[in-house]
């Protein structure tokens, strides 16, 4: 068995100040992030291994000036300068037998992934001073984005090692999530 646990820790100070129109904005964060490592050796020919880790991403300028941007009139885009920081969870297992009597090996494997606080689009119609319809693009945290996959690889080698024959495959599942129009979509 062996194993290592740790921490990982990340400040952010993000500090604007806009001229036209006037405004400051203000982002201070410390970020703090687990990692988990664990290995076992079953026997001679089997293992497991675990392993999760924790990672934050703070928002970027682009996404936290409440300015419009005007770029494009039919989709303006707002920041928001109370996004939080986006966490990601990741974890990995994995299983494998090895016979190296045989060359007979085995894998099987899951990888899951969970999102908190994801910065992501909210659009919203909005009419304009000529009773059009234009889209307005806010930035909005939101939970409820994961992806969950699971593997396998099975081989053999045949005809003293000259052939080997293997099958292999992955399932997955994925959640993302948006606003449109402040619904929670999925």
């Known amino acids: 068995l062996s194993y290592s646990l740790g921490l990982t820790a990340q400040p952010n100070v993000l500090m604007v100040e806009n001229e036209q129109p006037r405004s400051t904005v203000n982002h201070h964060g410390f970020n703090v992030a687990p990692v988990l490592n664990l290995s076992m050796i079953l026997s001679q020919t089997t ?53 190296p009597e045989n060359g007979r090996a085995l894998m099987l494997g899951i990888n899951s992934n969970f999102i908190q ?28 984005a994961y992806s969950i996959d699971a593997l396998y690889s099975w081989s053999r080698p045949f005809e003293e090692n ?15 999530v948006s606003f449109t129009d402040g619904i929670l979509n999925n």
Do not use: W
């Not at 000529?130 to 409820?144: D, I, P, Y």
């Not at 000259?162 to 993302?176: C, I, M, Q, V």
């Open 117 to 144: 606080d994801q910065v992501v689009s909210n659009i919203v119609l909005i009419q304009d001073t000529l009773n059009s319809l234009k889209q307005e693009t806010r930035l909005e945290n939101a939970n409820g």
């Open 47 to 99: 293992s497991m291994t675990f392993s999760y880790n924790g990672s934050s991403q703070a928002p970027i300028l682009s996404q936290l000036q409440p300015v419009p941007n005007t770029r494009n009139l039919q989709n303006i885009v707002v920041g928001n300068p109370n996004l939080k920081s986006t966490f990601n969870h990741s974890s990995n297992f994995t299983f494998q037998n090895n016979n």
């Open 162 to 176: 000259t052939f080997n024959l293997e099958f292999r495959g992955n399932l997955g599942f994925a959640n993302n």
